[in-house]
């Protein structure tokens, strides 16, 4: 049985299943996309396979992201969907454009934006956001999970021609992508600082899910 707890953002609820506490997103599909169970028309959320699902988990109140059932999101690094899965239950009235370069991955995704009609699939490059411009319209929300050496870079340009003002950014950084004789501390410090046109409005680590992670909120001013 779940027992629903609390409501962290429209569509996200903290909930009790069986004695456990985890986070589910109300489901806008009846089929599981990675797994996960639907318990009472609510998707398990595993914080081990996606790091939002991490960074909302380990968040306190107020959270500092913004999202609404109408929001609009770009979403870089798709992969085969899982979290997009999720963010396009949030924004069940809203649209998630989707980007990944990896064919393979490309086909999983396209599957389920067959039952998700939020969902936008976008074969593409994250580093070449001029690639997608005809496309992508101004979103509310830029969510980046690239593993990429220059994923602040990539950050930067796809805020200042994608973002909204006054629009969020979450950056999920993987510092061993960047630089292995760096500290992960050093090059957390020295990503944040080559974010252009943003202000840092947390940074938090994603321990115990994913070790080496770190989540950057910002907002565009
Ligand atoms: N965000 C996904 C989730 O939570 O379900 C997992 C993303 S996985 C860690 C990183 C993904 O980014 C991979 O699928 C990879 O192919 C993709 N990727 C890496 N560099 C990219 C780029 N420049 N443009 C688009 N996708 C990229």
């Given at each position: 049985m779940v027992q629903e707890m609390r409501t962290?953002?429209?569509?996200?609820r903290f909930v009790d299943v069986v004695g456990h506490k985890r986070i589910a997103t109300v489901a806008t599909?009846?089929?599981s996309v990675y797994g996960e169970r639907i318990i009472d028309g609510l998707r398990i959320w595993d914080p081990y396979r996606s790091k939002l699902a991490a960074l909302l988990l380990k968040s306190r109140s107020p959270l500092p992201i913004c999202l609404s059932i109408d929001s609009i999101v770009l979403y870089l690094?798709?992969?085969?969907g899982t979290t997009v899965s999720h963010v396009g239950d949030i924004v069940r009235d809203g649209l998630v454009y989707a980007v990944e370069f990896s064919p393979r991955s490309m086909r999983q995704l396209l599957q389920l934006a067959e039952s998700r009609r939020n969902i936008i699939p976008i074969l593409g490059d994250?580093?070449?956001?001029e690639s997608y411009s005809r496309l992508v319209e101004p979103v509310d929300l830029v969510y980046q999970d690239v593993a990429q050496r220059n994923q602040a870079e990539i950050a930067t340009l796809n805020s200042a021609r994608y973002l909204k003002t006054g629009g969020t950014l979450v950056l999920m950084i993987k510092t061993r992508s960047i630089d292995s004789t760096a500290t992960p501390g050093e090059i957390r410090g020295s990503e944040i600082e080559m974010l252009k046109g943003l202000e840092v409005l947390s940074v938090m680590d994603l321990l115990p899910y994913h070790h080496d992670h770190w989540a950057v909120v910002a907002k565009k001013v």
């Amino acid at each position: 049985m779940v027992q629903e707890m609390r409501t962290i953002l429209p569509g996200v609820r903290f909930v009790d299943v069986v004695g456990h506490k985890r986070i589910a997103t109300v489901a806008t599909a009846s089929k599981s996309v990675y797994g996960e169970r639907i318990i009472d028309g609510l998707r398990i959320w595993d914080p081990y396979r996606s790091k939002l699902a991490a960074l909302l988990l380990k968040s306190r109140s107020p959270l500092p992201i913004c999202l609404s059932i109408d929001s609009i999101v770009l979403y870089l690094g798709a992969s085969t969907g899982t979290t997009v899965s999720h963010v396009g239950d949030i924004v069940r009235d809203g649209l998630v454009y989707a980007v990944e370069f990896s064919p393979r991955s490309m086909r999983q995704l396209l599957q389920l934006a067959e039952s998700r009609r939020n969902i936008i699939p976008i074969l593409g490059d994250a580093a070449r956001p001029e690639s997608y411009s005809r496309l992508v319209e101004p979103v509310d929300l830029v969510y980046q999970d690239v593993a990429q050496r220059n994923q602040a870079e990539i950050a930067t340009l796809n805020s200042a021609r994608y973002l909204k003002t006054g629009g969020t950014l979450v950056l999920m950084i993987k510092t061993r992508s960047i630089d292995s004789t760096a500290t992960p501390g050093e090059i957390r410090g020295s990503e944040i600082e080559m974010l252009k046109g943003l202000e840092v409005l947390s940074v938090m680590d994603l321990l115990p899910y994913h070790h080496d992670h770190w989540a950057v909120v910002a907002k565009k001013v």
